[in-house]
């Protein structure tokens, strides 16, 4: 049981993990919009990283799948 929710855990990781970190990003740059715009900077280019990375890694899934 615990095994099976492991690798449940870990295939879920290794698919939506990086568009979690995108979302949290978009969040947090949405917070900080004016007040420190270097911090926001690089949390909208984190989201547009971390969104680029999630897109491949949902492709790459998906081909494996197939």
């Known amino acids: 049981m615990r095994e099976e929710l492991y690798s449940r855990l870990n295939s879920w990781r290794e698919k939506y993990a ?11 740059a949405y917070v900080s919009w004016g007040g420190n715009w270097v911090l926001t900077g690089v949390l909208a280019a984190g989201v547009i990283v971390c969104g680029s990375i999630g897109i491949y890694d949902i492709k790459r899934s998906r081909q494996q799948s197939s």
């Open 18 to 28: 990086s568009f979690v970190i995108a979302l949290v990003c978009l969040y947090s």
